[in-house]
C-alpha cells in the first residue's frame, strides 16, 4: 500500500470522527422526528369498522411503519445536506479534499443508517408497550414478537436507510453541480411517479417485493455503491472544473 493510499485513509478517518462530534446535532434531530413520528404512530396506521345493524366491529391495526418512513426521510435529507455550502465550511479547520471529504461523509451516513436503522426498531417496540398498557388487553391482539424478528427488522431498516441516503447523497452533489438541479430534480421525480406509474411500480417492486434476503442485500449494496460512485466521481469534476 503506497503512502498516498495510508494518508487519504488516515485523513478520511479524522475527518469521519470530527464530523461524528460536529454534527451530533442532527443525531438528536432523529430522535425528535422519531418521537413525532411515533405520535402519529399512536392514533393507528390502519383503521377498518364493519357492521349490519345489529353487530358493529371496528379494527385499528398498528405498527412502525410510519416511523421507519419518517427515519428514511431524515436520512435523506441529512444526506442532501451534508454536500451542502454550510457543511463544507465546517470542514475549514481540517485539512481535506474532495475524495477525503466525501468518504467521510459516507462514513457518516452509513453510521446514521445504523443508529437509524437500530433505533425506528425499537420505538416499534416500544410502540407495542404503549398499546399493550393503554388499552383494554382484552381487546387488542397481537402478533408473535421474536427476537429474531426483531434482529431481522433492524437489518432491513438499515438498508433500506443506506438506499435512501445514497439516493439523496447522489442529489446532493446534482444540486451542488447546478442550482436549477434544485427545481429539476423534484420535477423529474414527480412527473416519471405520475406519468410512467408503471416504471415507478417496478422500481418499487424491484426493492420492496424482493423475496430473497441475499438478493435484497445485493440489490441494495449494489445501488448505493453505484450512486455513492457517481456521487465521488461527480464531485470531483465540479473541482476540476473549478
Known amino acids: 500500500m503506497s503512502s498516498k493510499e495510508v494518508n487519504l485513509l488516515s485523513i478520511s ?6 464530523k461524528l462530534k460536529a454534527y451530533s446535532f442532527l443525531v438528536h434531530s432523529l430522535i425528535i422526528v422519531q418521537l413525532i413520528a411515533l405520535l402519529f404512530s399512536m392514533g393507528g ?5 364493519s357492521g349490519n345493524g345489529e353487530l358493529s366491529v371496528s379494527v385499528k391495526s398498528y405498527n412502525s411503519n410510519i416511523v421507519i418512513v419518517f427515519s428514511l426521510l431524515w436520512i435523506m435529507f441529512i444526506a442532501v445536506q451534508l454536500i ?7 470542514e475549514f479547520p481540517l485539512v481535506t479534499n474532495r475524495l477525503s ?6 462514513g457518516f451516513l452509513v453510521t446514521g443508517c445504523l443508529f437509524g436503522g437500530i433505533t425506528s426498531s425499537l420505538v416499534g417496540v416500544l410502540l407495542r408497550l404503549i398499546t399493550y398498557f393503554m388499552f383494554d388487553r382484552s ?8 427476537l429474531s424478528d426483531l434482529l431481522l427488522g433492524i437489518f432491513v431498516a438499515i438498508l433500506y436507510m443506506l438506499l435512501f441516503s445514497a ?19 423534484p420535477a423529474v421525480i414527480l412527473g416519471v411517479l405520475r406519468v410512467y406509474n408503471d416504471f415507478s411500480q417496478s422500481v418499487f417492486k ?5 423475496v430473497s434476503l441475499i438478493m435484497f442485500v445485493l440489490k441494495v449494496i449494489i445501488t448505493s455503491t453505484i450512486l455513492f460512485s457517481f456521487s465521488i466521481f461527480l464531485s470531483n469534476r ?3 472544473s473549478k
Open 45 to 49: 396506521v390502519f383503521n377498518m369498522s
Open 139 to 146: 381487546q387488542v391482539v397481537f402478533n408473535r414478537f421474536f
Open 206 to 210: 424491484f426493492f420492496a417485493f424482493e
Open 167 to 185: 439516493l439523496g447523497y447522489f442529489i446532493g452533489v446534482l444540486a451542488q453541480l447546478n442550482v436549477s438541479f434544485v427545481i429539476i430534480i
Open 13 to 18: 478517518c479524522k475527518q469521519y470522527f470530527y
Open 84 to 90: 451542502s455550502r454550510p457543511y463544507k465550511k465546517m
Open 101 to 106: 471529504g466525501n468518504l467521510s461523509n459516507i
Open 238 to 240: 465540479k473541482e476540476v
